[in-house]
Nanobody
């Protein structure tokens, strides 16, 4: 069984930064592609960023390109999301997700494990 625990959320002003971290239990972390998703009140869940098993391939939604960076440390079983120049529209619950296999997906239904989520609130 794989368990994911997010941390690092909080309240920040517009233009500020936060770093989310996802700790993944299990010995086969390197065989999972990882993704960060978010869901704002009244909106559907959306992919924010994703990374392949090796970290060699990444994906970002257009609205966060140049501001967010996803990274992983397979030795520490962690995947991080560095968020800079935050905007009020980034306010959401952020979820970490794991997908069996070497390639990421931008579809949430193709992920096998999910964390409990961490709240990010950006004040204007």
């Amino acid at each position: 069984q794989v368990q994911l625990v997010e941390s690092g959320g909080g309240l920040v002003q517009t233009g500020g930064s936060l770093r989310l971290s996802c700790a993944v239990s299990g010995r086969t972390f390197s065989s999972y592609a990882m993704g960060w998703f978010r869901q704002a009140p009244g909106k559907e869940r959306e992919i924010v960023a994703a990374i392949s098993w090796s970290g060699g391939n990444t994906y970002y939604i257009e609205s966060v390109k140049g501001r967010f960076t996803i990274s992983r440390d397979n030795a520490k079983n962690t995947v991080d999301l560095q968020m800079n120049s935050l905007k009020p529209e980034d306010t959401a619950v952020y979820y970490c997700a794991a997908r069996r296999g070497i390639s990421y997906s931008i579809k949430g239904r193709e992920y096998d494990y999910w964390g409990q989520g961490t709240q990010v609130t950006v004040s204007s």
